[in-house]
C-alpha cells in the first residue's frame, strides 16, 4: 500500500551517510566479510525507499495505549476495553481521504468501512486473528499535520494471549521512532527496561508516556516522572523524555506536549529520518570495525603464525560441519513431531463435537434428497464435500496458532545454539588476539507458514450404486441413509489427518527455513573470520587507514 511522504530525503542525508555506507560495503568486499552482507542490504533498501517514520505506541498490556491513539485523533477509531484488546497491528497516516485497508497473511488486501475496523483487529470479534489479517492500515485527512509519519498501535506486549507478545516483538526492528506507554497504576517493570533496551537497538528516539495520569494527584505525577528518570539514567546512562497523559480527566492540558513531539518529527521529518539512518549504519561501522580490528591483529603476524591461530580460533567447537549435524539433528527431531502433535490436538479438540455437527447437519439434509440410490450418493458426496471442506477451512483458520508448537520449539532451539557458537568463537578471539568482538546482530526471519487450500478428498465408492435399479428406495432408502451416516466418523477422521499433514507439510518447510538461515549465519560467520585469519602480511598501514576513515565517515554522520 503506498502512502504520501511529507518530503522526501535528500542532499544533506544522501551526502553523509551514503559515502559511509558504500564504505563500509566496499570494506566488507574487500575483506570478505559476508558476514554483514544482509544488514548493508536492509540498509541500502531504507536509504532507497524512503519510507514514512513509523511512531510505534509500544508497552505492557491494558497500559492505554489504544485508549491514547483514540485520543489523539479525536475520535474512538481502535477498540478499547477491561481486557486485552488489540490483535492486529494498526498503522494510521495521513490520506487525503478516510480509508481503511486490511492486508492479510496471503498477501490480499480489501477496503473496509471504519464501521468494520473492530471486526478485524480487536481480540473479542477476531479472536487468535482467525482471519488471518497481518496489518490494517488507516488513512485519515486529520493527521495531515504529521504527514511523513505512522502511527502504529501494536498488541499488547506481556499479554496473556500469548501471539500478541509475539506480534510486537517481531515488529520491533521497524520501528522509526518509539512511544512507550507506562500506565500511572503500575510502576516501571523489569519488562519495560527489556523492550527499551531492545528498542534502542532499533531507533534512535524513545519516549516514555505515563498514561492515566489522572489516577495520581499533580505531586505524585511528578513524583513517579522523576523515578522514571533517575531509574532510567541509572540504567542506561541517558536522558528520556517522559510525558503525562490522561484520555479521562485534563487532556487537553496534557496533549500540546505530544502535539509538540509529533509536530516536531512531521516537520523535521528529513532531520529525522536521517537519525534514523544514522542510527543503523553507526551500528553497522562499528561491527564493521570490529572485524577490521581482528585483520589488524592477524596483519602484523608471520604466515605460521596466523595459521596457528586460525587453528586455535576456528577450533572443534565452532566447526560449520558440528554446528551443521546438531542444527539438522534439531530441525528433524521437531519435524517428526510437527503432525503427531497436531493430529492430537485436532482429534481432542475437534473430532467428537464435528461428528456430532456432522451427524446432526447430514440427518437432516437427508430427507430432502431425491431420486434413485445413485443420484442420492451424488447428493451425498457433494454434501459432504461442501461440509467438509467449510468445517476443515475454519478450523484451519481459527485454530491455526495452536499448530506452531515445534515451530517455536525449533526456532528456540537453533537461535540457542546460534547463540552459544556465537559465543565460543567471540571467547576464542577474545583469549587469543585480546580483542572483544562486537555484537554481530543476529536475526532469523520466521515467516508464518501458509495457510493450505482445503480440498475434499473423496472417501465413498459405493459400486453398489451403479446397480440402483435393484434397489427399490421406498424399501431400501432407511437403509442406506444409515450407512450414509455411519461413514461420518470415518470421513471426518481421514480429513482431520489429512489437514494435520497440509499443515505439517508448511510448518516444516518453515523449520527447514529456519535452519537454513542459521547455517547460511554460521557459513558467513566462519568465512568472514577465516579471511580475517589469512589475509595477506604487511597490510597493518592500510587496515590502520581504514578504521580511521570509517571513524571520520561516523564524526561526519555525527554533524555539528
Not at 517514520?53 to 475520535?75: C, E, H, M, P
Not at 497504576?185 to 523492550?195: I, K, S, T, V
Not at 484520555?247 to 532531520?271: A, C, G, H, I
Request: glycine share 4%; charged share 25%; proline share 4%.
Amino acid at each position: 500500500m503506498k502512502h504520501p511522504i511529507a518530503s522526501a530525503a535528500s542532499g544533506p542525508v544522501k551526502t553523509s551517510i551514503g559515502p559511509t555506507l558504500q564504505a563500509i560495503k566496499q570494506i566488507s568486499t574487500d575483506f570478505n566479510i559476508v558476514s554483514l552482507g544482509r544488514q548493508i542490504a536492509a540498509c541500502e533498501e531504507l536509504f532507497s525507499e524512503n519510507p514514512l517514520i513509523d511512531v510505534a505506541i509500544l508497552g505492557q498490556f491494558k497500559a492505554g495505549k489504544s485508549s491514547f491513539v483514540n485520543s489523539l485523533l479525536g475520535v474512538p477509531i481502535l477498540p478499547v476495553g477491561v481486557v486485552p484488546v488489540t490483535t492486529v497491528i494498526t498503522r494510521l497516516s495521513y490520506g487525503p481521504a478516510k480509508r481503511a485497508i486490511v492486508t492479510y497473511y496471503d498477501g490480499r488486501e480489501s477496503e473496509i468501512g471504519f464501521s468494520e475496523i473492530e471486526e478485524y483487529i480487536s481480540e473479542a470479534k477476531n479472536k487468535a486473528n482467525e482471519k488471518n489479517v497481518d496489518v490494517v492500515d488507516i488513512e485519515l485527512p486529520s493527521l495531515e499535520p504529521y504527514a511523513g509519519l505512522r502511527l502504529v498501535d501494536t498488541p499488547g506486549l506481556g499479554s496473556i494471549f500469548k501471539y500478541n507478545t509475539e506480534i510486537s516483538e517481531e515488529w520491533l526492528p521497524e520501528v522509526g521512532a518509539a512511544i512507550i506507554a507506562i500506565s500511572s497504576d503500575r510502576p516501571l517493570a523489569e519488562n519495560d527496561l527489556n523492550l527499551i533496551r531492545e528498542l534502542m537497538e532499533f531507533t534512535p528516539r524513545v519516549v516514555l508516556l505515563l498514561t492515566k495520569a489522572d489516577l495520581l494527584s499533580p505531586e505524585q505525577q511528578k513524583e513517579v516522572v522523576a523515578f522514571f528518570g533517575d531509574s532510567l539514567k541509572h540504567e542506561f546512562n541517558k536522558d528520556f523524555p517522559v510525558l503525562r497523559y490522561s484520555t479521562v480527566k485534563e487532556t487537553e492540558v496534557y496533549k500540546p506536549f505530544l502535539d509538540e513531539l509529533l509536530l516536531d518529527l512531521s516537520r523535521n521529518r528529513d532531520t529525522e529520518f536521517k537519525g534514523i539512518l544514522q542510527h543503523k549504519v553507526r551500528s553497522l561501522a562499528r561491527q564493521c570495525i570490529s572485524y577490521l580490528d581482528i585483520a589488524l591483529k592477524t596483519s602484523e603476524r608471520a604466515d605460521t603464525d596466523r595459521e596457528d591461530l586460525k587453528k586455535i580460533i576456528l577450533d572443534e567447537r565452532v566447526n560449520f560441519e558440528l554446528m551443521q549435524t546438531e542444527l539438522s539433528l534439531v530441525a528433524r527431531e521437531n519435524e517428526q513431531r510437527t503432525r503427531e502433535l497436531i493430529a492430537a490436538y485436532l482429534t481432542a479438540t475437534h473430532r467428537i463435537k464435528l461428528i456430532q455437527k456432522l451427524t446432526a447437519r447430514l440427518s437432516a439434509a437427508m430427507p430432502r434428497w431425491k431420486g434413485n440410490l445413485w443420484k442420492m450418493t451424488r447428493q451425498y458426496e457433494e454434501w459432504f464435500m461442501e461440509n467438509m471442506v467449510e468445517e476443515m477451512d475454519h478450523i484451519s483458520r481459527s485454530d491455526y496458532k495452536h499448530f506452531f508448537g515445534t515451530l517455536r520449539k525449533a526456532h528456540s532451539s537453533i537461535s540457542r545454539s546460534v547463540e552459544l557458537f556465537r559465543n565460543l568463537l567471540d571467547k576464542n578471539i577474545e583469549k587469543v588476539l585480546g580483542i572483544a568482538p562486537g555484537s554481530v546482530n543476529w536475526i532469523i526471519e520466521v515467516s508464518e507458514p501458509s495457510h493450505p487450500d482445503i480440498v475434499f478428498t473423496k472417501t465413498f465408492d459405493f459400486h453398489f450404486d451403479a446397480l440402483w435399479f435393484l434397489f427399490p428406495m421406498f424399501i431400501f432408502r432407511r437403509v442406506f441413509e444409515k450407512h450414509f451416516v455411519k461413514q461420518v466418523p470415518r470421513v471426518t477422521d481421514i480429513h482431520l489427518s489429512r489437514l494435520a499433514y497440509q499443515w505439517e507439510v508448511r510448518i516444516n518447510k518453515a523449520i527447514e527455513e529456519i535452519k537454513k538461515q542459521a547455517l547460511e549465519y554460521v557459513q558467513d560467520e566462519l568465512s568472514t573470520i577465516d579471511a580475517l585469519l589469512s589475509g595477506r602480511a604487511g597490510r597493518t598501514d592500510e587496515i590502520k587507514a581504514l578504521v580511521s576513515g570509517l571513524k571520520a565517515h561516523l564524526a561526519a554522520i555525527e554533524g555539528p
